[in-house]
């Protein structure tokens, strides 16, 4: 219906409630590969390895089915299908025809894009994990196959259900630096490894994806010792002496299922950039269990991203194969911390005549309400996503919010005392501008109210203090979702300004 009204998904805070929202969750399987899967199912002619291979194509068909095997199974001695094969085996085609009609199946452009860019990295890092390892592990390369794929898929229907939070977590652990413990606990009120080896479990998958997430649990100072060795990569033989001296160190490194870690964690932080520090340590970490130079492994690292692309890449996702021909440094910006101010035509003709609006005169304002909305809008054509507007009331004792954009309802209400705060203080006494960033956050931060510093999460912040008749009226916070701003941003954000500022006094001064 034309006007139905999407209720969000609450958003649970304990691990059962987390474990129970995303086991309920049916994942949308690509329209193509649903109905190439259930001809096939149908054609008496084709063998399971052929429908098995069809899955593959997509992964949450590929999950639903080894999720349906080990449900049947549950509670018996079978052991968990530990790939799509034996799990059709065990489902029957009966039953697997059965399940395929209950999966939704949708267009593929019309599958949430957070919820298809997850799964692109899993199947990144087959690809990684088949370059790698499956070649010199051939016995095992089904396991390294199926484990790869569906390491992260305890993530696919969060995506699905709450895929702002986890951009904030990529955003605020992968791309500001903050304490993941942290943001965990305000995102989701526990650790996402944590919700994900509940789901692995619940879920029966592969052994090997399980030990994985609890390496990354309960064995860190094991990999922290690896990883030391792992780099002393230019002397190899000091670095298998160091392992010789430690047999066990040594038997926990070589474990088989250590490769499907290892691939994740090469697709994973490739996502983010290719030469940081967390890319730096799993190619490390990989060079040092394949016994390999890590000259070697980035240049195998490129060649198998390179080979994802071609195969799974889509115009409206980000494959980090892209990024190859980038300077080293470069780094991507992901969606909702652009840098750049207006970003398209459109941006910028909209900002353009939110500009000429607030410069007409005599001013076409009924009310300071009428003003600051233009104001509002302004700003946020010019490229914020997050804005405050607030007005000193006449004792200059308060700032009370009269408009916002990018932040929760409650804000609109709110109110902070001057006296409180310092950068108030500072940007109430005379026009003034306050710019945090990474190197000054801590010192503004502890400056600002409490809560209005919450509503603004992230290291970078702008705010400015407006004057009219030689007194400031009015204060603007913005952000662009806590990213940093560039200088064409700044000076975008700064010529605004002056249009408000320009509407303000036309406003005030009208009649005289």
Not at 48 to 74: C, F, G, K
Request: hydrophobic share 40%; proline share 6%.
């Amino acid at each position: 219906m034309a006007n139905e009204t999407k209720v969000p998904t609450p958003r649970p805070t304990t691990l059962e409630g987390w474990v129970k929202l995303l086991a309920g969750v049916h994942l949308p399987v690509p329209q193509a590969s649903h109905d190439l899967v259930c001809k096939a199912v149908a054609d008496s002619n084709r063998s399971l390895r052929d429908i098995a291979e069809l899955m593959q194509d997509s992964p949450a068909l590929a999950l639903s089915v080894i999720r349906e095997a080990n449900h049947h199974t549950h509670g018996n001695l079978a052991e968990p299908a530990e790939n799509l094969e034996v799990a059709i085996n065990r489902l029957g085609l009966k039953r697997t025809e059965e399940l395929l009609v209950r999966l939704p199946s949708l267009p593929e452009r019309e599958i949430p894009v957070a919820l298809r860019q997850l799964q692109l990295i899993s199947q990144h890092a087959t690809q990684q994990a088949n370059g790698f390892f499956a070649s010199r592990l051939a016995r095992l390369w089904q396991d390294i196959h199926w484990g790869s794929l569906l390491f992260l898929s305890p993530l696919w229907p969060m995506a699905l259900t709450h895929p702002r939070l986890l951009g904030e977590w990529e955003q605020r652990v992968l791309h500001q630096g903050q304490q993941a413990r942290e943001v965990e606990r305000e995102l989701f009120g526990v650790g996402l490894l944590n919700i994900c080896l509940a789901m692995v479990e619940a879920w029966r998958l592969p052994i090997w994806v399980a030990q994985g997430y609890r390496l990354l649990l309960n064995e860190r100072h094991e990999l922290v010792k690896v990883l030391r060795i792992a780099r002393d990569s230019e002397h190899p033989l000091r670095q298998q002496n160091r392992l010789d001296d430690d047999p066990t160190l040594r038997r926990w490194l070589n474990q088989p299922a250590n490769t499907v870690l290892l691939a994740n964690g090469l697709a994973l932080s490739a996502h983010h950039a290719w030469d940081d520090a967390h890319s730096a340590r799993w190619q490390y970490l990989t060079g040092l269990y394949l016994q390999i130079p890590v000259e070697e492994i980035q240049q195998q690292l490129h060649q198998q991203a390179a080979i994802s692309a071609r195969q799974h890449s889509m115009p409206d996702l980000w494959h980090p194969a892209a990024a190859l021909i980038w300077p080293p440094g470069s780094r991507r910006i992901p969606s909702g911390r652009s840098s750049t101010s207006p970003s398209s035509t459109v941006d910028l003709a909209r900002w353009r005549q939110q500009c000429t609006a607030l410069l007409v005169e005599p001013s076409p304002f009924s009310n300071a309400m009428h003003l600051t909305t233009a104001a509002r809008d302004a700003l946020a054509a010019c490229g914020m996503r997050r804005v405050m507007i607030l007005m000193a009331d006449r004792s200059q004792t308060n700032v009370r919010v009269h408009q916002t954009a990018g932040l929760p309802s409650e804000a609109t209400s709110m109110s902070f005392p001057i006296g409180q705060s310092k950068v108030l203080q500072r940007l109430l006494a005379q026009q003034a501008q306050v710019r945090l960033n990474p190197e000054n956050n801590a010192q503004f931060s502890a400056l600002l109210p409490p809560v209005l510093r919450g509503l603004f999460k992230g290291e970078h912040l702008l705010l400015r203090s407006l004057t009219c008749n030689g007194r400031v009226i009015m204060l603007v916070v913005v952000d662009q979702g806590g990213g940093p701003f560039s200088d064409v941003t700044v000076q975008a954000f700064g010529k605004t300004v002056q249009c408000i500022e320009r509407a303000l006094h036309t406003f005030t001064n009208r009649g005289r």
